[in-house]
């Protein structure tokens, strides 16, 4: 035995989602949270508590090896092993000997009341770098805590990831695999890609509530977001009053969003255009949405011109807006694009409604003959494929925003008005900030009027003309022309064939 003093940790995570990830015990878990939600000592306390739960070899002793991970050694030195002692290695706690050399060691070495002895070792270590991975070399670890996830390269957590579970050896490891905390990383992030699409089996992503919530007033180029602290987020009995909140001062959107609000963030010079409205975690479906059958009807947002997008959603009778899919293609007519793209999805996706139960909406300026084909896409679509098909009654972007925002806004019993499907990837981070006001080459922050044309601004537009369309903002009177022009039209070529 070498410690004598009696020690008892009392600990409580204080909230639902820290306490999932204190005692979940999948070979993967990450938590992503806002700053100081209680990441870091809450994953002190799950190795604390793992290391403890090892089953005893044969002499009674609970052996295991943890690597906790950060990106750099100032990091490391400053944040991670400093975390740690706080808990596990202070003037008035003492488990065991910490050997500052290198690699940082804390070589754990106490009794349990039930007369077993714990002799475990955590090791820390910087892998700033792929190639750092060398460092790992003939470590035989039990687990894994990587500190701050979204700083370390993904060819880290994979070379960590095959290196857990080799030790003991004389008694089989009672749990290994990885831990990970982090505050919120890009929407282009690997992170992202795991927790969001990919899913891999045995890893669990957990996301707390963010510290703040945002409103937005004003128009869309000059929107002003007003903070306001979540009820619902973790750890706040254990910060100061107003930690969340009195933050906000003198910081930039983004890094609210970020840092405070725990939203992905996709790193832009631009002013995202749905900034403040948009809400990753509430906008955003579970699964890949499937049409509801009982809603007789899908609605099409098009944009036409050489990079064609269509938008498929369903309005529910509560005014709910679903959508559902997303299809773009680039150097493509109209034509082209429904016969390879659009009537595929429709065909493959919603077998179950006929074209006769769609209706679709596009562009205004989707009237007008381009180059030299006789027809226009909105005539197009109602001639050719009898996709019933009208122009939104105006184009003004501003108006378009609105149209999405109201969706966006709203609630219909206490349920988000908006529901974009998980598949909907584009759009999503279009959403998240790709889509965006850009910036002005001029000193201060000024942003244009008018949304950068990039390759979310079409889809997007798409979005606009459906959520245009699904509030009844149409031109009901172009297609009752167009009709009766065609109708005319047919009628002189079948008198002028009857005349022959
Ligand atoms: N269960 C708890 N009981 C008491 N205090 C706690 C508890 N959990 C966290 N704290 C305290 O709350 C503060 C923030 O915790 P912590 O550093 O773990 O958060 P974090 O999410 O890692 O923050 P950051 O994003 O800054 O890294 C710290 O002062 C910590 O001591
Ligand atoms: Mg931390």
Known sequence: ??????????????????????????????????????????SCMRVFDQI???????????KSRWIAVRNTYPDLTGTTIKDWSDLYHNEHTQLGKFNKDFPPTHHLDFDLEDGTRVIAEVVFLALDRP???????????????????????????????????????????????IIGDTNAPDTDHWYYELAEKEHPEGWTFLRQ????????????????????????????????DGYYIKQIQGKK???????????????????PIYQGVWNDAVH????????????????????????????????????????????????MGIRSFMDMSVIPCLKKD???????????????????????????????????????????????????????NEFLMSTIDGVQAFELSKCCEV?????????????????????????????????????????QGAQGEINYAWLDQHLANSESNQSVIADSVSGY
Not at 52 to 62: F, K, L, T, V
Not at 143 to 167: P, Q, S, T
Not at 220 to 225: C, F, H, I, L, Q
Not at 429 to 436: L, P, S
């Open 1 to 42: 035995m070498s410690n004598q003093t009696t020690y008892e940790f009392l600990y409580a995570p204080q909230g639902d989602v820290l306490d999932q990830y204190y005692t979940g015990r999948d070979r993967v878990t990450m938590i992503m949270g806002p700053l100081g939600s209680g990441k870091t000592t809450v």
């Open 52 to 62: 403890c739960e090892q089953a005893p070899d044969a002499h009674g002793s609970r």
């Open 131 to 177: 190639d750092s991975v060398r460092k790992l070399r003939g470590l035989q670890a039990t687990g894994f805590w990587l500190n701050e996830v979204k700083e370390l390269d993904k060819a880290i957590v994979d070379m960590c990831d095959g290196r857990h579970g080799r030790y003991p050896k004389d008694v089989p490891p009672s749990w290994h695999g």
């Open 209 to 240: 509530p963010g510290g703040v919530i945002g409103t937005v007033t004003g128009p869309p180029s000059k929107r002003v977001t007003t903070w306001k602290p979540n009820l619902n987020a973790e750890n706040i009995n254990n910060l100061p």
């Open 253 to 271: 959107g983004d890094w609210i969003r970020v840092n405070l609000g725990n939203e992905y963030g996709s790193v832009s010079t631009g002013k």
């Open 284 to 331: 955003v479906s579970e699964h890949k949405l499937l049409p509801i059958p009982s809603v007789n009807k899908l609605l099409l947002g098009f944009d036409f011109g050489r990079t064609p997008a269509c938008i498929v959603g369903q309005l529910m009778p509560n005014g709910k807006l679903r959508v559902l899919r997303e299809l773009i293609a680039t150097s």
């Open 350 to 404: 919603f077998p179950t409604f006929d074209i006769k139960d769609m209706e679709a909406y596009g562009d205004p300026s989707g009237v007008a003959k381009s180059g030299n084909d006789e027809n226009s896409p909105i005539g197009i679509l109602n001639d050719e494929y009898k996709l019933t098909t009208y122009p939104t009654a105006t184009n003004i972007p501003l108006r378009r925003w609105e149209s999405v």
């Open 427 to 467: 759009i999503r981070k279009g959403f998240n900030g790709g889509y965006q006001f850009r910036r002005l080459n001029v000193s201060g922050e000024k942003y244009a009027e008018a949304a950068d044309k990039n390759k979310f601004s079409h889809p997007h537009d798409a979005l606009q003309y459906l959520s």
